[in-house]
């Protein structure tokens, strides 16, 4: 019922920025928790940070002060702020959205499909 559909991902310097969006479609569905992950191959999936719909923001220590998550609620919109990329922020990745399904009265979460971030030296 919701697909979200990321860009902005791309090859960048160390030192360099980017800007990632996610976008949310999809018919009945609130909103709640949005945010991103990053996956190495071969390690864990990392949560990066997550916002709420009231604007209330988390970061995972190893973005703190480097990354800003922020949201256009009009535009069902996700994005991640990058800066002072370095080479280990390179991952692929992952918005999601906890969304709460109102015909259904349920919750899921949905995933984006990815999008490649690449930091060289």
């Given at each position: 019922q919701v697909q979200?559909?990321?860009?902005g991902g791309g090859l960048v310097q160390a030192g360099g920025s980017l800007r990632l969006s996610c976008t949310a479609s999809g018919n009945n569905a609130r909103l709640d928790v949005m945010g991103w992950y990053r996956q190495v191959p071969g390690k864990q999936r990392e949560l990066c940070a997550t916002i709420v719909s009231d604007g209330s923001t988390n970061y995972?220590?190893?973005?703190?002060?480097?990354?800003?998550?922020?949201?256009?609620?009009?535009?069902?919109?996700?994005?991640l702020q990058m800066n002072s990329l370095k080479?280990?922020?390179t991952a692929v990745y992952y918005c999601y959205a906890d969304?709460?399904?109102?015909?259904?009265?349920?919750?899921?979460r949905?995933?984006?499909?990815?999008?490649?971030?690449?930091?060289?030296?």
């Open positions: 979200l559909v990321e860009s995972a220590d190893s973005v703190k002060g480097r990354f800003t998550i922020s949201r256009d609620n009009a535009k069902n919109t996700v994005y080479p280990e922020d969304v709460y399904l109102i015909t259904a009265s349920t919750r899921r949905y995933w984006g499909q990815g999008t490649q971030v690449t930091v060289s030296p």
